[in-house]
């Protein structure tokens, strides 16, 4: 069974810096792909960036496409999303999730984990418990 456990959000200023962490557990991250959501209560939820570790490709949302991005180191069996330049319009809870389904099931394109993640995460596990990042303008 997958578990994901998000961390890192706090309280900033316009223009700061945030690193959230999502730690899984219950599946390798080596071959999957592992994305971040976020929400603003009573609001629908916002795709942020998502990461095929079958071959490194990622993805962004336009909104935080150049200030933000998603990384896993090596070894690791974390996901990053490394959000610079905050906005006030970037407050919301923040959300990992995989699926743990290997990439490859995709086919063979570039960046194929990515593709329909969202959908994807929506009909299977659902998203972690979340973490809140507030910027003060």
């Given at each position: 069974?997958?578990?994901?456990?998000?961390?890192?959000?706090?309280?900033?200023?316009?223009?700061?810096?945030?690193?959230?962490?999502?730690?899984?557990?219950?599946?390798?991250?080596?071959?999957?792909?592992?994305?971040?959501?976020?929400?603003?209560?009573?609001?629908?939820?916002?795709?942020?960036?998502?990461?095929?570790?079958?071959?490194?490709?990622s993805?962004?949302?336009?909104?935080?496409?150049?200030?933000?991005?998603?990384?896993?180191?090596?070894?690791?069996?974390?996901?990053?999303?490394?959000?610079?330049?905050?906005?006030?319009?970037?407050?919301?809870?923040?959300?990992?999730?995989?699926?743990?389904?290997?990439?490859?099931?995709?086919?063979?394109?570039?960046?194929?984990?990515?593709?329909?993640?969202?959908?994807?995460?929506?009909?299977?596990?659902?998203?972690?418990?979340?973490?809140?990042?507030?910027?003060?303008s």
């Amino acid at each position: 069974q997958v578990q994901l456990v998000e961390s890192g959000g706090g309280l900033v200023h316009s223009g700061e810096s945030l690193r959230l962490s999502c730690a899984v557990s219950g599946v390798p991250l080596d071959y999957v792909a592992i994305g971040w959501s976020r929400q603003v209560p009573g609001r629908e939820r916002e795709q942020v960036a998502c990461l095929d570790n079958y071959d490194g490709a990622s993805s962004y949302s336009d909104p935080v496409k150049g200030r933000f991005t998603i990384s896993r180191h090596a070894g690791e069996n974390t996901a990053y999303l490394q959000m610079d330049n905050l906005r006030p319009d970037d407050t919301a809870i923040y959300y990992c999730a995989t699926d743990g389904v290997p990439s490859s099931q995709f086919g063979d394109l570039y960046g194929n984990g990515c593709l329909d993640f969202y959908a994807r995460i929506s009909r299977t596990t659902g998203w972690g418990q979340g973490t809140q990042v507030t910027v003060s303008s």
